[in-house]
């Protein structure tokens, strides 16, 4: 392996997002797996019910949507977002680069050959 210098433009400094509520933590982002938006995954740290915002950097999203598990859109997103407590909540981020995501049907998973190893549960995203 040889080192080489980084090219193209800087990353921002800014994080992709924030929360406005301390008891409100995002336990993962990832993107979907149709490939037309993120899949951002909060949990209400606190024993009660938490309200907050997500606060975007630019460019800030076109729409958000509630979702679950299968990653579908469910119900658009406006304002303050309750997360249960102790509970998840699936937000879907339309970035505006591809297709209405409520247009999106969910296509099947291919199955992917290979020895199953003990880290199951982490997805290396290259991009």
Same mark, same amino acid.
Request: glycine residues 10%; without cysteine.
């Given at each position: 392996?040889?080192?080489?210098?980084?090219?193209?433009?800087?990353?921002?400094?800014?994080?992709?997002?924030?929360?406005?509520?301390?008891?409100?933590?995002?336990?993962?982002?990832?993107?979907?797996?149709?490939?037309?938006?993120?899949? #951002?995954?909060?949990?209400?740290?606190? @024993?009660?019910?938490?309200?907050?915002?997500? *606060?975007?950097?630019? +460019?800030?999203? &076109? %729409?958000?949507?509630?979702?679950?598990?299968?990653?579908?859109?469910?119900?658009?997103?406006?304002?303050?977002?309750?997360?249960?407590?102790?509970?998840? #909540?699936?937000?879907?981020?339309?970035? @505006?680069?591809?297709?209405?995501?409520?247009? *999106?049907?969910?296509? +099947?998973?291919? &199955? %992917?050959?290979?020895?199953?190893?003990?880290?199951?549960?982490?997805?290396?995203?290259?991009?």
């Amino acid at each position: 392996m040889l080192p080489s210098a980084a090219r193209g433009t800087k990353p921002s400094a800014l994080p992709r997002l924030r929360l406005s509520s301390p008891d409100a933590l995002v336990t993962g982002i990832k993107p979907s797996d149709d490939g037309q938006a993120l899949i #951002v995954r909060l949990w209400g740290a606190a @024993g009660r019910a938490v309200q907050t915002d997500i *606060v975007w950097s630019e +460019p800030a999203p &076109k %729409r958000l949507w509630r979702s679950d598990a299968s990653e579908r859109p469910l119900q658009p997103l406006e304002g303050r977002l309750t997360i249960p407590a102790w509970g998840l #909540v699936t937000v879907r981020v339309d970035l @505006g680069t591809g297709p209405n995501p409520a247009r *999106v049907r969910a296509r +099947p998973q291919a &199955k %992917r050959p290979g020895p199953v190893t003990g880290y199951g549960l982490i997805r290396v995203i290259r991009g």
